[in-house]
């Protein structure tokens, strides 16, 4: 997993969006017939501007509990404050005679997941400025697959990460439009993590963990003569990063890399030239003054600094096995 960082200007940008969005499903547009509608007062917003409409269906209870601000924080607020808003806003419609939990988790399918997640981020492609903004070359959870942004300009399909709901949508569909609820992965890692429970006491978060790529590394173990095994070291590992990586199922997602990208590094090692690694990385280049991480770069297609593994697949896994390749002597 990679550590995605604050991304403030994404956020600013989509919240502006997704608060006016859905201000106006709950509330209708502010006009002489509907006063205390919303209305943003930018002369450039789309939704306030526009003619969106109140999402139809919702229990008159549920809308009467989003305030201006609790709309905002379920937007903006950050992993650790999101269960918080959860819980207020649903502490706040079962307050109400008559509620149940399970007419609280209906609407909030119907608004946040049907009109707001399926409706609007994804089939109005909001879901592409999103995935440009943040700014992910590789799948946040594995690093093993591109995740470009591609839109097509002829308006036909195009190439877009999938955005994994950390908090499930089934568990938390409240928060299906919380931007920091919502991962850039690639399709096999979203569909594994869609069935895990995830908390932020036993799990690692990307947008939480800044700290993340080093809970947890990569090594390898004989598995035959001449065939070798990926493994994760346990040596160093927090529970939180255990946690993880079996949930995630790493490591049967790199299993099958065992024999391709693993037994390269190894050949380099041992078939040509016990030092041969080192040959490639220090002296390879001689005097052009070529710095560790464009060695790196050229030579395995991997970036070494942390905060550029989500350039290029497979960087952490590959820098970690080169790290104990070359302390074996």
């Not at 946690?243 to 997602?253: E, G, H, Q, Y």
């Given at each position: 997993m990679i550590y995605i960082g604050q991304q403030l200007q994404a956020l600013n940008n989509y919240s502006s969006q997704a608060i006016c969005w859905l201000s106006i499903k709950?509330?209708?547009?502010?006009?002489?017939?509907?006063?205390?509608?919303?209305?943003?007062?930018?002369?450039?917003?789309?939704?306030?501007?526009?003619?969106?409409?109140?999402?139809?269906?919702?229990?008159?209870?549920?809308?009467?509990?989003?305030?201006?601000?609790?709309?905002?924080?379920?937007?903006?607020?950050?992993?650790?404050?999101?269960?918080?808003?959860?819980?207020?806003?649903?502490?706040s419609f079962l307050a109400i005679r008559g509620t149940t939990i399970k007419r609280f988790n209906k609407n909030c399918m119907l608004l946040f997941v049907d009109s707001g997640y399926k409706d609007w981020f994804l089939k109005e492609k909001i879901n592409y400025s999103v995935a440009k903004e943040i700014d992910q070359h590789t799948c946040t959870y594995c690093n093993k697959e591109y995740i470009f942004v591609y839109k097509n300009k002829e308006g036909g399909k195009g190439m877009v990460p999938q955005f994994d709901h950390w908090f499930s949508k089934t568990d938390y569909p409240l928060l299906a439009l919380s931007f920091y609820n919502l991962i850039p992965s690639c399709a096999t890692c979203n569909t594994i993590k869609s069935k895990a429970k995830f908390n932020l006491n036993s799990f690692l978060h990307p947008y939480v963990d800044s700290n993340i790529s080093s809970t947890y590394s990569f090594s390898y173990m004989p598995t035959g003569v001449h065939s070798?095994?990926?493994?994760?070291?346990?040596?160093?590992?927090?529970?939180?990063?255990?946690?993880?990586?079996?949930?995630?199922?790493?490591?049967?997602?790199?299993?099958?890399?065992?024999?391709?990208?693993?037994?390269?590094?190894?050949?380099?090692?041992?078939?040509?030239?016990?030092n041969y690694l080192t040959i490639l990385l220090e002296k390879t280049f001689g005097d052009l003054g070529i710095s560790e991480q464009e060695r790196f770069r050229l030579i395995f297609g991997i970036e070494i600094d942390e905060d550029n593994y989500h350039k290029r697949p497979f960087s952490k896994f590959k820098k970690d096995i080169i790290k104990v390749l070359k302390t074996i002597t």
């Open positions: 709950i509330k209708g547009r502010r006009t002489p017939r509907n006063p205390m509608g919303h209305n943003c007062g930018k002369k450039t917003c789309i939704y306030c501007l526009g003619n969106g409409k109140k999402r139809s269906g919702l229990d008159r209870v549920f809308v009467g509990v989003f305030t201006d601000k609790a709309i905002k924080s379920l937007i903006s607020a950050e992993p650790n404050q999101l269960i918080f808003e959860y819980d207020l806003l649903k502490a070798n095994r990926i493994v994760f070291k346990k040596e160093g590992l927090n529970s939180k990063g255990i946690n993880t990586v079996n949930a995630l199922n790493l490591p049967m997602i790199y299993k099958g890399h065992s024999e391709k990208e693993l037994q390269d590094l190894i050949d380099l090692k041992y078939k040509y030239s016990e």
